[in-house]
């Protein structure tokens, strides 16, 4: 057991020199998703391979046709059942996005104890919100690429996901509040990862920025849209507690001042049946 914070600073280090090796196990179904994210990124790729190889993982599947389905993806209304036609409707950038969410969501699969699985539970629970989030503020206050930043969203947990997939191998990671995790673990084991999954460098940095936790006004970087939906999601992080009513309120306020007559809160009011169907949608 785990008798100082030294003990799982130590831990994160040797985590993180395991990523940084190749030690980095995935369940068989996230292996199946960079499978697919691979034969994505090849530009010759054509959508009924695609098609093809997402069909092959049924939770993905499931996701691709729940996100096409989806407000956002869907404005007439006319819901698809295929999985080719959900992809050909989303683009491969967005499917990729699913990929990434499937992984990152498995990446904890390996999680036995019911306490434990509750936190992954939980912490996907608010990934997908802040994702969702994010997505909203990337078109209407940071005017970022919508769905960069949903991925970025996707991954901004990643180290804390991985760091509760191995809990298992360290007896006592999970003890204590999760202060230590956030202050050097989360963004030491996270960067690890996303090297290991060859995250564009963008997104690396983007996400880098939100482990620093430095929002500027007017928000205007992929950054500012990660921390900005981290701070207005109704549903916080198991891991960590970064927001409270004052600084949201605050943060809103500073916001609405900086966009006029367009403010964060009537941004959101409009947005929230979207935010709520995508969030919904990414379960999985």
Known sequence: MYDTAMD?????KIIA???EHGDLAFPTGAQVALKVRQALDDP????????KLI?????????????ANSLVYN??????????????RLGFSTVRSLVMALVTRQMAGKVIDKSHQSLVNNLWEHTAHVASL??????HVTHQDPETAMFAGIIHEIGGFYMLSRAGDFPGLLDGDFSDWIE??????????LKKLSVPDSV????NGYWDGFLAMPPVTLTDTILLAEELTQIPSPLHYLGNATSVKEVGASIEMVIGEETLSRILDEAAEEVSSLSQALQF
Do not use: M, Y
Not at 184 to 193: I, K, T
Not at 204 to 207: G, K
């Open 8 to 12: 799982k600073q130590e831990t994160f």
């Open 17 to 19: 020199s395991q990523v």
């Open 44 to 51: 010759d790729c054509h959508i009924d391979t695609a098609a």
């Open 55 to 67: 069909q092959a993982e049924p939770l993905l599947a499931a996701r691709v046709i729940a996100i």
């Open 75 to 88: 404005r007439s209304g006319r819901e698809v059942t295929d999985v080719r036609v959900a992809v050909t």
């Open 134 to 139: 994010a997505h909203v503020i990337a078109r």
């Open 184 to 193: 050097s673990g989360e963004a030491e084991v996270g960067r690890a990862v």
């Open 204 to 207: 690396v940095t983007a996400i």
